[in-house]
């Protein structure tokens, strides 16, 4: 009943926004990953294939903003009440639920998206809504590095691993408590999209997210248990994810992005991007 209100709402208005584990110790190998000491924000965007606005510029936006991707900032797409099921992410529910009340105020429309846990508006000026993005992006890139993410990933068969290594570049005192989230993400899935002039058979979703390495959004503890975290320590492990056999293994990229639990949602301490 939901989903059908949403997509009566979302085709009434068009060009308004739509209403809306697995884990390995760590690898000895990780240890050869260098940390970079940048700042990249993390543009998260929720969206839906039947929602008209979403496929006219709301995935747009992201798509350029991806044009930026490694160097300023990384991108991913979230959908979780797709017509077409293959395209939803069930952690991502978890994830749109904190968003929404705490980034989009219980606005409950699609398409969304933040810059770290700001919300950029996504209007129907795609470059409008991509300077914004990129100026949050700019200040955060120019903040304190507070700590930095390196990702390498290995596909074997139906499985991938992922060796990560996390460094701190400051002393963080007893009591903070920083997770890791590791997201499998494919690049260029061709499916059936609704846009503002009809049913597109033929759509790009690009940095769909598909699975991560925890059963929530925020992923799995770095700093046991809220230690503290001495100037230049590292944090290195593996996580290894199952793939379905439907997934473009060519088109798999994967984001780390680290986050400081404490507020709703946590915070984004920084992120990264492995092709």
Same mark, same amino acid.
């Given at each position: 009943?939901?989903?059908?209100? *949403?997509?009566?709402?979302? !085709?009434?208005? *068009?060009?308004?926004?739509?209403?809306?584990?697995?884990?390995?110790?760590?690898?000895?190998?990780?240890?050869?990953?260098?940390?970079?000491?940048?700042?990249?924000?993390?543009?998260?965007?929720?969206?839906?294939?039947?929602?008209?606005?979403?496929? =006219?510029?709301?995935?747009?936006? &992201?798509?350029?903003?991806?044009?930026?991707?490694?160097? &300023?900032?990384?991108?991913?797409?979230?959908?979780?009440?797709?017509?077409?099921?293959?395209?939803?992410?069930?952690?991502?529910?978890?994830?749109?639920?904190?968003?929404?009340?705490?980034?989009?105020?219980?606005?409950?429309?699609?398409?969304?998206?933040? @810059?770290?846990?700001?919300?950029?508006? @996504?209007t129907t000026s795609v470059s409008s809504n991509y300077s914004g993005a990129v100026s949050k992006a700019t200040t955060f890139a120019n903040g304190? @590095?507070?700590?930095?993410?390196? *990702?390498?990933k290995s596909i074997s068969g139906d499985s991938m691993a992922v060796d990560t290594k996390?460094?701190?570049?400051?002393?963080?005192?007893?009591?903070?408590?920083?997770? &890791?989230?590791?997201?499998?993400?494919?690049?260029?899935?061709?499916?059936?999209?609704?846009?503002?002039?009809?049913?597109?058979?033929?759509?790009?979703?690009?940095? &769909?997210?598909?699975?991560?390495?925890?059963?929530?959004?925020?992923? *799995?503890?770095?700093?046991?248990?809220?230690?503290?975290?001495?100037?230049?320590?590292?944090?290195?492990?593996?996580?290894?994810?199952?793939?379905?056999?439907?997934?473009?293994?060519?088109?798999?990229?994967?984001?780390?992005?680290?986050?400081?639990?404490?507020? =709703?949602?946590?915070?984004?301490?920084?992120?990264? @991007? !492995?092709?």
């Open positions: 009943m939901k989903k059908l209100v *949403l997509a009566l709402a979302c !085709v009434s208005i *068009l060009f308004n926004a739509c209403k809306k584990d697995d884990t390995a110790p760590a690898s000895s190998g990780s240890t050869t990953l260098t940390v970079e000491k940048k700042n990249r924000a993390a543009v998260i965007y929720f969206g839906e294939d039947w929602c008209p606005p979403c496929g =006219s510029y709301g995935g747009p936006t &992201l798509d350029s903003c991806l044009k930026q991707e490694g160097t &300023l900032l990384t991108g991913m797409k979230i959908n979780t009440s797709s017509n077409n099921s293959s395209l939803n992410w069930s952690t991502g529910q978890g994830m749109w639920n904190v968003f929404n009340t705490g980034v989009f105020a219980s606005a409950n429309a699609i398409p969304s998206m933040a @810059v770290n846990t700001t919300k950029q508006s @996504v304190t @590095v507070i700590a930095g993410i390196a *990702l390498r996390v460094k701190f570049f400051s002393d963080i005192a007893a009591g903070s408590d920083y997770r &890791l989230g590791v997201y499998v993400v494919e690049d260029k899935i061709i499916t059936s999209q609704s846009t503002s002039s009809g049913t597109n058979a033929n759509y790009e979703y690009r940095n &769909l997210v598909r699975t991560c390495n925890a059963s929530a959004y925020y992923g *799995l503890e770095v700093n046991n248990g809220g230690d503290a975290i001495a100037l230049d320590q590292e944090f290195s492990n593996t996580y290894k994810m199952y793939l379905k056999p439907t997934w473009n293994k060519n088109n798999l990229k994967v984001i780390g992005i680290l986050w400081k639990m404490g507020g =709703s949602p946590a915070q984004v301490v920084n992120s990264n @991007v !492995v092709k």
